[in-house]
């Protein structure tokens, strides 16, 4: 009977660690994306895009032998200049032997080295690539989180029950359901469902009942397809004046850091309801030349005035709220189709 309460002791005890040890890793990645983000107001609605990415390269991370200027810009706290010098002391004098090698580079001081550390390496077997796509899909990971809340004391707007004023018009229980599936570096799939308190749900007149659902695919290096993403996503090009969805990082006492840094094309894995694209985007690239192709179609909920003989839009709703019925309702859609391109000499 001891040695079987003992075990059970040891097994409880390991679960705990476990989950103290992830929860700190999630904690200290929060804390470099908040310290990085620009606009303070942004937190909520772009930390779990980001999130998920370090999240992703401290599970696997990055080869500082075989790494990009793309994927070190994903590494957020890394200054476009820092990632250059990185990408240069390789070129100039050769491989990396060890990730203490970085402290040989003038940029990278010690509070950039710590953090760095956690999320590259060095691989010393020369034969682990990516591999081909049925070894690929053969290590899947996967994961399912669903996160469920709901306030002790409801509000009076829940217990109205007169149509003619305003009301919310669901339930005060907030859920929301991430899925994720990876095939390393090469696919990766991500589903999101949310329903915040108040908004009705209702399997009649929404997809899986949920008020905001959102889905993308992500193949990287796909015949002469460096990237394609099919679904939800982000585009950040230029320094914000051109076109640029999702939250602005790059906030440092650096001088250095004062140039924002735009991933291209991202897949928009996150839970804000808006001001993203909603269609296919595609970079291809060849040695200095680089054009991204991208169509987006995506409904907006917005506010009309019917009073007049022709309706007009009063207000666009970018809060993803529909609680109640003044809240704004999903209208057509705004199509958006371009082309991006860079040529470096």
Not at 84 to 95: M, N, S, V
Not at 146 to 161: D, F, K
Request: charged share 20%; net charge positive; glycine share 8%.
């Amino acid at each position: 009977m001891n040695s079987i309460f003992r075990c059970l002791l040891s097994h409880f005890a390991l679960c705990l660690f476990s989950c103290s040890v992830l929860a700190q890793n999630e904690s200290e990645t929060e804390e470099i994306i908040v310290n990085q983000l620009i606009d303070e107001s942004e937190v909520d609605a772009g930390l779990s895009d980001y999130a998920e990415a370090l999240s992703q390269y401290l599970k696997r991370p990055l080869d500082l032998n075989k790494v990009t200027a793309a994927d070190l810009n994903q590494l957020i706290f890394l200054s476009p200049f820092q990632v250059q010098q990185i990408l240069l002391h390789r070129e100039k004098a050769g491989p990396f032997i060890s990730t203490l090698e970085l402290q040989a580079i003038p940029s990278i001081n010690l509070e950039t080295l710590e953090r760095l550390l956690p999320f590259v390496r060095v691989n010393e077997n020369l034969l682990d690539g990516d591999g081909h796509w049925r070894e690929i899909l053969k290590e899947p990971s996967g994961s399912w989180m669903m996160t469920y809340s709901r306030g002790l004391q409801v509000p009076r707007g829940y217990e109205i029950a007169d149509p003619k004023r305003s009301r919310y018009l669901g339930s005060p229980d907030r859920v929301i359901n991430r899925i994720r599936w990876n095939a390393r570096k090469k696919l990766k799939v991500s589903l999101n469902m949310k329903k915040d308190a108040g908004e009705p749900f209702s399997i009649k007149d929404r997809r899986m009942g949920f008020d905001y659902t959102s889905g993308s695919i992500l193949i990287n290096k796909l015949g002469p397809f460096d990237q394609i993403v099919v679904g939800d996503y982000l585009l950040q090009f230029g320094q914000g004046l051109s076109l640029w969805n999702g939250p602005v990082v790059g906030r440092s006492a650096s001088v250095a850091n004062i140039m924002q840094q735009g991933l291209g094309i991202r897949p928009h894995t996150g839970m804000m309801e808006s001001k993203f694209m909603r269609g296919m985007a595609i970079r291809i690239k060849r040695k200095s030349f680089e054009l991204s192709p991208f169509f987006s179609y995506n409904n907006l909920s917005a506010s009309l005035n019917t009073q007049g003989k022709y309706p007009f839009v009063e207000s666009i709703n970018y809060s993803g709220l529909h609680r109640t019925p003044t809240d704004g309702k999903i209208g057509k859609g705004s199509i958006k189709w371009s082309t991006d391109f860079k040529w470096a000499m």
